[in-house]
């Protein structure tokens, strides 16, 4: 992984390099670019619920990937998230990305009260806590159903000029656009949200403060030695974390336009966690990676697979989670790395014919 | 008073099956230091195999230990080719995480595959008959799971304490390299705690099957009880598994029907005890200290 | 580092980009703009008019030569994927009827019946998606038979203002009775509170002071009955003694309020829940209590009883159908015919007896009969004709049990309930059906 | 690799009978003699190297003590031959080559390990110790061993009941002694014994070694930083440096020695 590294960085800035750096981001842009117009608005749609949830893995990743605190439980934020958005809408006519923005404080807030136990709870157990709380949130929304709708679902409506009356009615993202339509227009403004998630999560990461969170995850002795405030940065870890779900969770409830409890439950969380392993903890697109990942193996290939064989897909689902921990921990970015770290390392002792380098 | 009685009579009844979901998840976390977050599925997979022989005409007793017999195959397995390839629960948390999040997946699926998403119905191994006591109904169902769970108890007992093989199984959870060391095959033996647990939670399986329904989702919030039951109780306590399950099993049967915030999540009080326990006296009511700090 | 994650995405990416090139472009000429149906109290004129209340009507969508695309979506994997029992009798029906020829329509054709399923794990957020992806993408003429409440009520706004009929609903809640507001929505189920009503009006015969034990499901589905029931028993000597909620999602069992309830003094238990839970529940009761006990109907299979462990015994239900596996109903003709015809399309005899695939039977038949009484071959035309049934019936509906329709006036097909009680494992009855034509929406206290 | 040899020769100048022990050793001529041959031996942990080959031998009924100075590879040593860690190289138990087979199976073929620092179980009581000691026993005398322990430690004998971890260090140390002894080794290997103890007590537990392997023949392979100690109770003495044996040779020469003693033995 270092060779990968210290190869790319010390390579001789030639025009060729420069243009192999610069490619695979031009094509990513293009398709990103391309798609809606190239499929039905169902499928955009469902684009758009894949981002939410790349978003939400973003979120677990700097939690789980970078500081290694373990949640199971960011589906319930995802949901806080949505919710918040939801009633700030609806019961009290918040402009609808206005919403976003306190949902994103509300998470932040939630996350920092999570994020005091966490101190104290570490590991497998911090693991267990947030399972139960990914299992009791549902019920929580049915508990105080007179705000949450309950399980009859809570509709997203704002006032809106409908025949010449101002009227309740679902809330619709208008594309301003003439060309585009409002599914193409949610897509973009959903796809610029994200994309600059990852970008501020990259610099983050890239920071001070990231490196502090990695160096939390492997040694918290030495980092608190080497003067680092240890509860802070998990504690304020947790909050990011959480905001940025929350910004998932709130996207998510204006993709949908209704919410329901049993979106909410603890398979969501796994799906998030899913997304970040599969894609590859601790890299910075992995989680995107893995939310597209995921969305092609629930909403496409699953979708073709013959009835009987449905139930397989948990199997299949679990037995590739299960075998990647064993043969690719990294997910597929550090699988892709330790290739390509094999390839090259093979191509420099190819060329150098010397020892192998070693560290 | 006496729908207060009936009420506590239930959870207590609820407690021993608790009980004895804790019991196997203990004897996992004695062995390998794992909280196996896909205990609730192997004991819904060889309590369907129960279900098979039962309804193939096997008397319920055989199909009981034919179910444990094949839980314990499962389990055993599960740890040859998932768990043990992994390494260290303390040392790589995530992983365990998720290949145990892989298992309950993978198991689940199964057992869909296998016996389809219809609800089964299983005797109650007691029958369905009553007692009345002071106006009270206690179902014989719920004094036999006392009961069983008293034998469990006792056998697990006798193993740990009185058998070169538990002994052994405690040799390997408390320090596996010395145990090594002195001749003991350990990962020979963290297979067996883990077909061990596995055969327990059959029994767990058994005695919900009749009251939930015979179904792939049998255990997946039964699961969180027995988590905190353990959590209670101490996660190496066999004895904190019984007392923790019990708890467990009162205060989530009575709380909700007397305490409005609950009505809509018997499991609350469940969660609540597992935090507070987590943050106050991380080793539990039984457990010991050294184990339960990371 | 960053090289490699972005060739990596980019490849994935590139993969289904692919995919999209396969699904093909976009179609233009879709425009997601519509405007809401308005009432039309006209009785002459047709209930819906499509002229009126569809901005871009594709009325014949999904209908090409003699072959009519129907979809459906359902829970085949998760919880509740019990329900696919439905939908494996609506599927036997569509092969049934594509055996014998196909469904006969009013042009004189008969279509064969292209049946797509979708799997929503029975949660409203995945609903939408694959009904979009049925209307748009597979291009279905009418949704048949789909099943829940909240996965219907996601995708309501969308079906009724893009003019997609979504028939036979498997759900009976109060809701679907709004046809006002919804007219492209028609349910294949009484509604829940009609079904209450018929246990209070048998009670005010036999126990007119009769004190209830209610136990419901916490949801639309149990809340509609526990409304029903108190808008029934305003004004009679009947009262509520006790009630107790129930989550299924919860996680516990339904023995610690059926412990509660039993010390409450009522002597009339309903068990207004449904699934696993309902049976069970009867299993929870105590020696020490002997109520008179209501059952819901979706818990009257044969499938869902055998989980009583021999407690169903004594228990009254309101019934509207048939029951394939009650001896007494097993001669009549339309028994006879799910039957044969069922097995021969592949259902096995567990399912056939088991009281839940039946059901789709009967929601594949009411589609038939909305496109044989249809004028023409058109989603409104269909609609319309549903909307307009007189004294007629379909699948398995009991003989005595009218069924007729009138646009918002009378949007439930089904109103008729006969009361029966459990004996040594059939259905006795006890009092004859009643048929409540045009009041559900009433029962609800709409 | 022949640079442990190469070692010797160079460093040996004086001490030419080391130099000898070492050949024989190396040559492999007379291996069926040695209980435990140790040929080349190399391993590490991770892609971090700290043995390069080393070679020992240890005969039936010996003492034999391995010197050197911290993070020399002395534990390492010890770990890499009762099969706790990976290793390349050849090591023959009795003639067989047991190169990569699991701690218990070496158990059962008569080598005890005392670990440096938790040689015990601390969740077992004092006597639980003494019988999973003898796990690889079948016979029946194994509680009339259990006895003799006590009778030989009157202490261990008094807290018998007690865990083990709530005893003191050198009450531990030789539990785990004990302990590994129950086995009935042919070979036991000690990792650092005296680590932590108080010098009264570190005699002790030398002394009772030394009757111990007296009486019952078992042989000892120590490693040991108290180079004085060590050598008072081996007969001979392998010095290690960053991973490779330097210097090899019967104790008294090197106690003898004083330009080894300051070279290697840091006295």
Redesign the interface.
Known sequence: ?SA??TT?ASAHRSPGDWA??VA??V??FV??A??P???????V??FC?WMTLAIAACGLNLLTGYNGQISVGHGALFGIGAYTTGILITEFGVPLFGATVASAVLCFATGILIGLPALRIKGLYLALVTLAVA?LF??LL?QFSAITG????LQITSPQL?RGEMRER?IRLESPVAGL???QWKYFVFLGITVVIFILSRNLIKSRVGRSLVAVRDNEVAAESSGIPVSQVKIVTFGLSAAIAGIGGSL?ALD?G??????F?IVLSIYILVAVVVG?AA????P??GA??YG?FS??I??QMP?RI??A??VILGVLLILLMLLAPGG??GG??TL?AKWSARRSSALNSGPDPIV | M??FL??L???IG?GAVYAMLGLGLVVIYRSTGLLNFAQGEMAMFSTFIVWTMWSLGLPMWLAILGGMAGGFCVGALVHQVAVRPVGDPHEKPLAVVIVTIGLFLGLN?AA?LIWG???R?M??LFG?G?V?VF???V?WQKIGAVIVLGVMVLLFYLLFQHTKLGLAMRAVASNSESASLVGIPVPRLLMLGWGLAAAVGTVAGVFIA????L???LM???L??GFAAITLGGFDSLVGAVVGGFVVGAL???M??YITIF?????APAFILILAVLLFRPEGLFGKKQVTRV | ??????????A??????L???A?G???DS???EST?TTASDSTEAAFIDPAADCTDYKGTQGVTGDTIKIGTVRP??G?Y??Y??VTKGLEAYFKSANAAGGLPAADGKKYQVELI???DE????KT???V??L???DGVFALVGNIGT?TN??VR?YLNENCVPNIALATGSTQWGDANAYPWYISGLPSYATEANAWISYLEEVNPTAKIALLYQ???FGQSYKAAIEKAIEGTKITLVGEE?F?P?????T???V??L???GADTFIVGVG???C??TL??V????TPMTMISVTCASK?AL??A???DEGVYMAQPTLDPADPADQTNPKVVEFATQGAAAGLDEAQIQGGIASVGWGFGSMFALGLKNATTVDRAAVMNALYSLKDTTFGLIRDEVTVNTDGAKDPWAIEGFRIVQRENGAWVEKAPVTNEEGKSNSFAGQ | MSSAGDGVSSAGDGVSSAGDGVSSAGDGVSSAGHLLEVKTLGAGYGIVEVLFGVDLVVDPGEVVVVLGANGAGKTTTLRAISGMIAATGQVKFLGESVLGRRPDQLAKRGIAHVPQGRGTVTALTVEENLRIGAYVRSDDQIESDIQQWFEAFPRLGERKDQLAGSMSGGEQQMLAIARALMSRPKLLLLDEPSLGLAPLVTHEVFDRLREISASTGTAVLLVEQNANLALEFAARAYVLEAGRIVLSGNSADLQGDAAIQKAYLGV
């Not at chain 2, 009749?210 to 329904?213: A, V």
């Not at chain 3, 580092?1 to 980019?10: C, D, G, N, R």
């Not at chain 3, 994935?12 to 980009?17: K, S």
């Open positions: 992984m990968t590294a790319g192999l750096k695979p981001w094509v990513l398709i990103l391309i798609v117009f190239q499929f039905p608005s169902f499928r749609e469902q619920f299992t549902p019920l049915e309950g399980s009859g679902g409908y679902p339509e409002n599914d998510f949908q209704q919410l329901y409890p049993s979106s439950t590859g890299s910075i697109i992995g995107a990676i597209v990942f092609l909403d496409v699953v979708q009835d449905q139930p897909r948990a597929i970015v892709f790395r390509q | 006496r729908d009936q009420i009579l239930v959870g609820d699926g869909q998403t219809l609800d119905s005797p109650p369905r009553q009345t106006g009270v109904a179902a009749p009251n939930l329904g179904g792939t989702n997946q919030l039964t969180i009880f989530s049967s009575v909700p029907r009505e809509k999540m018997p499991l | 580092m960053k090289k490699t994650s972005v060739q990596v995405s980019a994935l990416l590139l993969g289904f980009a995919i999209g090139g699904c472009g976009r179609d879709s425009s997601s809401e085949e994997s919880s994927a019990i696919d029992n399923k979708k799997n029975y949660d409203p957020a939408p998606a694959l979009k992806q209307v748009e993408e909240e009520k996601s706004d916490d949801d639309d909620g989550n999602l919860a996680g516990s069992t023995e610690a309020s412990a509660k039993s010390q409450s699934g696993t839970a049976p069970l299993s929870f105590p020696t020490t209590w499938t055998a989980l462990g021999g407690k």
